[in-house]
């Protein structure tokens, strides 16, 4: 995962933070799968979180071949100036094996934030 703040879109007067990140699938296996449905946990600065479910990912529902990469981007609003995000996409084997792929949790940092802690 790669992501990016997005100050051009984030107010935050208004509480408003934005991220845009990449991601970069890759079938390091022996059978063509599909990547169904994610699902999301972001949570931000204060410990909240929101939960987002969903199929496919931007709309596609892409199949990957043996060796075959996809990449997307996309988005997450936060109403903190830091916060995380994990997950995971739940894939289908050509043979009709579903399986779930971890998302490793990432960080979502306003560049120049000082940190408070507790």
Known sequence: MIPTYLEAQSSPGSSQYFWAYRVMLENLGQ???QLL????MITNARGE????KGAGVVGEQP??????RYEYT???PLDTPSGMMGGAY???S???ERFDIE???????RPNQSVVLN
């Open 63 to 68: 199949v990957l071949e043996p060796g075959g």
């Open 31 to 33: 059978e063509t799968v």
């Open 90 to 92: 739940t894939m289908e």
């Open 37 to 40: 449905s994610r699902h999301w």
């Open 74 to 76: 996309s988005g997450a």
């Open 49 to 52: 979180f929101t939960e987002v």
């Open 103 to 109: 998302i490793p949790t990432f960080s979502l940092d």
């Open 94 to 96: 050509e043979s009709g």
